[in-house]
T-cell receptor, first 114, second 119 residues
Framework: DAKTTQPPSMDCAEGRAANLPCNHS???????VYWYRQIHSQGPQYIIH???NNETNEMASLIITEDRKSSTLILPHATLRDTAVYYC???????????????FGQGTILTVHP | EAGVAQSPRYKIIEKRQSVAFWCNPI?????LYWYQQILGQGPKLLIQ????????DSQLPKDRFSAERLKGVDSTLKIQPAKLEDSAVYLC?????????????????FGPGTRLTVL
């Protein structure tokens, strides 16, 4: 079962930052935190991953707490096209000797409105 | 680069019938995954191939589901016979490698899925 906890839904105004939290209190020292999103009627899409340091790419930023038990995905300027389900992936099964298995939870439904 | 291709996109069958789904991964990707996504839930891994060998099929209902990847490239997933609870989207994904032995990450690329409705 997934070892992450996310709010079931969030709203965000277009152009504002969307901050999506995730708790992963059982994470161990070598496990990455991964985020994927799934737009309606499409397959999931990789967004970002991180281990200890904050990460940023062209899609989003990932802020990981110092104890690594929680993280926040930040979409700095949300657009209507960012409306999707956002999954914080169970880090225990996302790499290493687990052969890259992804264990998805329910995710957070982010709705960006005009 | 071309993405993961799946067909058909939609399929409607009666219960107890058989159905097959096809997946062509991104060229050069060694690892192929089949996921089942029931409405309102996250995807659940059914089976994972590394080249043409099965790495993980612990959640595949083997009494009715089967999958193969004979030449280590494309793959088929079959359900025989189908039940009402098999109604779901079946997603195929591929990645360059499957990890194993280190905590390196490899991104999974997903296809659009096949929506199966069992009546």
């Amino acid at each position: 079962d997934a070892k992450t906890t996310q709010p079931p839904s969030m709203d965000c105004a277009e152009g504002r930052a969307a901050n999506l939290p995730c708790n992963h209190s059982t994470i161990s020292g070598n496990e990455y935190v991964y985020w994927y999103r799934q737009i309606h009627s499409q397959g999931p899409q990789y967004i970002i991953h991180g281990l200890k340091n904050n990460e940023t790419n062209e899609m989003a930023s990932l802020i990981i707490t110092e104890d690594r038990k929680s993280s926040t995905l930040i979409l700095p300027h949300a657009t209507l096209r960012d409306t999707a389900v956002y999954y914080c992936i169970d880090p225990a099964n996302a790499g290493g000797t687990s052969y890259g298995k992804l264990t998805f939870g329910q995710g957070t439904i982010l709705t960006v409105h005009p | 680069e071309a993405g993961v291709a799946q067909s058909p996109r939609y399929k409607i069958i009666e219960k107890r019938q058989s159905v097959a789904f096809w997946c062509n991964p991104i060229s050069g990707h060694a690892t192929l995954y089949w996921y089942q996504q029931i409405l309102g839930q996250g995807p659940k891994l059914l089976i994972q191939f590394q080249n043409n060998g099965v790495v993980d099929d612990s959640q595949l209902p083997k009494d009715r589901f089967s999958a193969e990847r004979l030449k280590g490239v494309d793959s088929t997933l079959k359900i025989q016979p189908a039940k009402l609870e098999d109604s779901a989207v079946y997603l195929c994904a591929s990645s360059l490698m499957g990890g194993g032995g280190s905590y390196s990450y490899n991104e999974q690329f997903f296809g659009p899925g096949t929506r199966l409705t069992v009546l």
